[in-house]
């Protein structure tokens, strides 16, 4: 993965968890020709003082800005039996040589650019697009951590325990000169290998062709989807960036994206994914390190982005996914892999207007894609607006769709009136009542992630019904009201996905978006029962991993992964907990903080031995 360069930012934040970043805005069509610049150092805006900002969900937080940059510490790598190619980037780079046009263009933009910047800076940012709210605390960056062995373990790790567990997060390599959201950072991927009771640590960046290329010019030049492209500004940066393209200083053909949210392991390859590309592949050496292998097109069958919750159904193996487009129609494709990577063609899904698609879910026979009430309105950024808004006029519904569709001519759309849900646990299907029903939990306001809201923002566990005779559904929350609590953040035991499931493993969010602790949750009765991290101790997303694959186990016959962080003592630990009781079975003490971040997955050491 890339090495490091100097870092910069070691403050304090929090912001919510889950993962998104829009589609790409513009084809800008360009040369593929690379070219670097001279590196410029970006303006940096220090302060000794310590100053108090709210958040956009009126959260306090206390920012510690540093005298002066950090530099990350060299991470060099062991030599591995792997048949990985070297990268060229870890060798010295021979500069390129500038034509005289491409000379005064640089310098032409990036006076445009400065011009830009300090006009945005006489105003001040949203909270939603102010980096000294969204990447400091455990939310600001870390350097590459290169292979620690044999970690400290409070405990005793369950010996049924054997693989690698791995957590995304947004992470950026460099930073920012104007505004930027968390889920605008480049993607860092977490890496907890568990052999035999001893554990090992390492985190790499997953070295997207974005990072890449900011990282040779030492600076970001990348629009930045949400922290950066709203209102005129917005407009005006998505024009630099073409002109950049127009004249080779910068190459989009190999993707914008930052492989920051989700992962899978499929068809023996670990995929590290945002849905405004393709996905990349990350390679687990021996050692327990990462290696990123490049973009993933599925042998050249993957042709569009992908987002980054696809599903794995637990009995035929078989991968699903959707891709949406922001700009042009059509809006939305559904699409599947066989076990052994061969695609399916695109069923194309009839929308009127860009929705964002962040999750969907499955059954035994059906997928369910939620059209809902934010969408993409590139022209707001005319008026002085953000293109992601939510559409109070539309009226939100659920597709349900074969699974093995060849087209969408079949798809049964349900309507289920002011349902924004970020994240779907489950679905299943109840042949009795002719009802599908989901599980996820209700947002509100829909898009206070995205846009400064002045309304606290609340995570509902809710069961959607619907009824593909009638047309008609229902929804109602999970859990009491004397008992409710914001959840987001977590799963089901993956080897029922897509069948009726008891119990949900859902992060606490509270004091939102901080995590204060996990919960499980019977999906029938309402009861819930949580694991709280204690004071100042803040965690992510609860990962259950099943005891062993046989489903013929009690569901929740298993264990619950996280990763928690103190704030007192600014240390990081991996908690394993015992998903019957609560239990906390094992500590794994880590030697880098662990920021909070995004979705994670784990996988056997079994599967391993099979690595593409």
């Not at 070297?86 to 011009?115: I, N």
């Not at 292979?147 to 947004?170: D, F, H």
């Not at 900011?214 to 005129?232: C, D, N, S, T």
């Not at 971040?597 to 031995?609: E, N, P, S, Y």
Request: proline residues 7%; contains cysteine; hydrophobic residues 35%.
């Amino acid at each position: 993965m890339a090495s490091s360069t100097g870092n910069w930012a070691k403050a304090q934040i929090f912001h919510p968890l889950s993962s998104y970043s829009s589609s790409s805005i513009v084809d800008l069509g360009f040369s593929p020709t690379s070219i670097s610049w001279k590196k410029q150092q970006p303006n940096k805006t220090k302060s000794n003082n310590t100053n108090i900002i709210h958040s956009a969900l009126q959260s306090p937080s206390v920012l510690h800005f540093p005298k002066q940059p950090y530099q990350h510490p060299l991470s060099p790598r062991e030599d591995t039996s792997e048949n990985v190619q070297p990268k060229t980037h870890h060798q010295p780079q021979k500069q390129p040589q500038w034509s005289l046009l491409q000379r005064a263009a640089a310098v032409a933009l990036d006076m445009a650019e400065s011009a830009l910047v300090s006009r945005e800076l006489q105003h001040p940012l949203p909270k939603t697009a102010d980096p000294r709210v969204q990447i400091s605390g455990n939310f600001a960056p870390v350097p590459e951590q290169p292979v620690k062995q044999s970690l400290p373990v409070t405990g005793a790790i369950p010996s049924c325990i054997s693989g690698v567990y791995l957590r995304n997060g947004a992470n950026p390599l460099l930073e920012p000169v104007a505004g930027h959201h968390f889920f605008d950072g480049d993607g860092m991927v977490h890496a907890v290998t568990i052999d035999n009771g001893n554990a090992s640590y390492a985190c790499r960046f997953t070295e997207t062709q974005r990072l890449l290329q900011e990282k040779e010019l030492g600076r970001p030049v990348f629009p930045k989807a949400i922290g950066e492209l709203h209102g005129h500004s917005g407009i005006a940066r998505l024009l630099l960036f073409y002109a950049r393209g127009l004249f080779g200083l910068v190459d989009h053909k190999q993707g914008t994206g930052v492989a920051n949210a989700g992962l899978v392991y499929f068809n023996n390859r670990l995929l590290a994914m945002s849905e405004d590309d393709l996905p990349y592949q990350v390679r687990i050496t021996s050692s327990g390190d990462l290696e990123t292998v490049g973009r993933y097109n599925f042998d050249d069958q993957l042709k569009s982005t992908m987002i980054a919750h696809p599903k794995i159904d637990p009995f035929s193996k078989e991968l699903f996914a959707l891709s949406y487009d922001v700009v042009q129609k059509p809006y939305l494709k559904y699409f599947r892999f066989l076990p052994d990577g061969k695609k399916s063609p695109d069923v194309e899904i009839p929308l009127s207007v860009p929705t964002m698609m962040h999750d969907f879910a499955i059954t035994e026979n059906f997928v369910v894609i939620p059209d809902q009430q934010v969408v993409f309105k590139l022209q707001e950024m005319i008026t002085g607006g953000s293109p992601v808004i939510y559409d109070k006029n539309k009226k939100s519904r659920f597709g349900i769709l074969s699974k093995n569709a060849s087209d969408s001519k079949d798809i049964i759309w349900v309507e289920s009136p002011d349902t924004f849900c970020f994240h779907l646990w489950n679905a299943w299907e109840e042949p009795e009542s002719d009802e599908v029903v989901v599980i996820g939990s209700c947002m509100t306001p829909p898009d206070s992630i995205f846009n400064e809201c002045e309304e606290s923002l609340k995570s509902v566990l809710s069961e959607i019904r619907l009824n593909l005779k009638t047309g008609e559904s229902s929804r109602r929350p999970i859990i009491s009201e004397s008992e409710q609590v914001n959840l987001e953040a977590g799963m089901v035991n993956r080897n029922r996905l897509g069948r009726k499931t008891r119990h949900a493993y859902l992060a606490i969010a509270e004091p939102w978006p901080k995590v204060s602790g996990l919960a499980k949750i019977d999906l029938f009765t309402g009861e819930i029962k949580k694991h709280i991290y204690g004071d100042n101790r803040y965690g992510g997303e609860p990962f259950f991993l099943p005891r062993d694959d046989i489903c013929e186990s009690a569901e929740d016959d298993g264990y619950i992964l996280s990763f928690v962080h103190d704030e007192k003592t600014w240390k990081s630990e991996l908690q394993i907990v015992n998903a019957m009781n609560l239990e906390l079975e094992a500590s794994i003490k880590l030697p880098s903080r662990v920021p909070y971040g995004f979705h994670g997955t784990f996988i056997d050491a079994k599967a391993l031995v099979n690595q593409a």
